[in-house]
């Protein structure tokens, strides 16, 4: 089946830094999103593409559609304290509606 | 808009017990719900697929006589977990969608723990 590896696994970084974070699968996607997920909770939708190509932002995020459509990055600018979680990108492909999880990336902020 | 309401957030049932996990779409119909299991620290696994008004669609190695998925209605979908083992114990999170390109609402996800 399709599979998605997402790095890094994990990120410790200082306040206000940026973060990049990545996905890449074995197969061509339709669709990218980008979910953030605190605990106890359910994923929240960060951003969506479906354009190859396609770079989109909300606030300081910023994700792109990898041109191939095998890939797709998501940027956060500044970070700060609040962005902390568990960040997943997820695919679809072919022609049914499921998706496919990467592995998460758990971000912590020190102040 | 778009907002998913699962319910409940936390249940503690019985070993043997049955517990049912309600999925609802508040404000859009959902031609499609999904069931996810998430383990600690790990990532979503897709349960199954349900389409309203018809039987639902389970991925391989997940038995549809223990998880039973009803999507009796555009708004509405259930997850009930029959003769419960402490195994089954984990975070399930369902999602809806309402088109090809709608962006998977998630519920906020029902913390099961069977004693």
């Known amino acids: 089946g399709q599979q998605l590896n997402q790095s890094p696994q994990s990120m410790f970084i200082q306040e206000g830094e940026d973060v990049s974070m990545n996905c890449t699968s074995s197969s061509i996607f339709n669709t990218w999103l980008w979910y953030k997920q605190d605990p106890g909770e359910g994923p929240v939708l960060l951003i969506a593409?479906?354009?190859?190509?396609e770079l989109t932002s909300n606030g300081r995020l910023t994700a792109q559609f990898g041109i191939t459509r095998k890939d797709s990055f998501l940027n956060i600018s500044a970070s700060i304290p609040s962005d902390v979680g568990i960040y997943f990108c997820?695919?679809?492909?072919?022609?049914?509606?499921?998706?496919?999880f990467g592995k998460g990336t758990l971000l912590t902020v020190n102040p | 808009g778009a907002v998913v309401s699962q319910h409940p957030s936390r249940v503690i049932c019985k070993s043997g017990t049955s517990v049912k996990i309600e999925c609802r779409s508040l404000?859009?119909?959902?031609?499609?719900m999904f069931w996810y299991r998430q383990f600690p620290k790990q990532s979503l696994m897709l349960m199954a697929t349900?389409?309203?008004?018809?039987?639902?669609?389970?991925e391989q190695g997940v038995e549809k006589d223990k998880f039973l998925i009803n999507h009796a209605s555009l708004t509405l979908s259930t997850l009930t977990v029959t003769s419960a083992h402490p195994e089954d114990s984990s975070f399930y999170i369902c999602?809806?969608?309402?088109?090809?390109?709608?962006?998977?609402?998630f519920g906020s996800g029902t913390r099961l723990t069977v004693v």
């Open positions: 593409l479906y354009k190859a190509g």
């Open positions: 999602s809806a969608s309402w088109g090809t390109d709608s962006g998977y609402t």
């Open positions: 997820a695919g679809r492909g072919g022609s049914n509606y499921k998706l496919t």
């Open positions: 404000d859009f119909q959902a031609t499609t």
């Open positions: 349900s389409n309203e008004g018809s039987k639902a669609t389970y």
